[in-house]
């Protein structure tokens, strides 16, 4: 698994659970690394924020779809939710990228199931495809997220 977020607790968090899932994990906080990571590595599953520094997710996911990666690629976003939605459609409309979408804050629970297989998620309802909303805290059972990144 390839993880590109700005956030050193986030990047932490889920290279940790990734880990105990069993990924091979490489973490990056900038898309020159990220690229250079990626093209050496080969990775199944990308998991990236959308809002960075110097580089933002779509350019990246743009990149993404130049070097016709097969990887699974999971979006996670604490900002706007249409950024997620956005994410999807560049991935659809390529037809090139295998998007599923997180909102921030994550529960342990929740990427666990993600990591897993976001299209196999049922009692978690919390990676979405295009045209789902995706849930809030209060469906997803809880009012306080067990994680978060504020």
Not at 2 to 25: M, N, P, Q
Not at 120 to 147: C, F, K, L, M, Y
């Amino acid at each position: 698994m390839l993880l590109i977020d700005d956030e050193l607790g986030f990047r932490e968090f889920v290279g940790k659970v990734a880990t105990s899932a069993g990924y091979e994990v490489e973490l990056t906080s900038n898309a020159k690394d990220f690229m250079g990571l990626y093209e050496g590595f080969d990775p199944t599953l990308i998991v990236m924020d959308m809002i960075m520094p110097e580089m933002d997710g779509f350019e990246l996911m743009q990149w993404l779809i130049t070097q016709e990666c097969e990887a699974r690629v999971l979006v996670v976003t604490g900002y706007n939710p249409h950024y997620a939605e956005m994410a999807e459609t560049i991935g659809v409309d390529a037809g090139k990228l295998d998007v599923w979408t997180l909102t921030k804050p994550i529960g342990l629970m929740e990427l666990r199931a993600a990591l897993d297989r976001p299209d196999a998620i049922s009692d978690i309802s919390v990676a979405t495809r295009p045209g789902q909303p995706g849930p809030s805290n209060r469906d997803r059972g809880h009012d306080r997220p067990e994680w978060s990144i504020r």
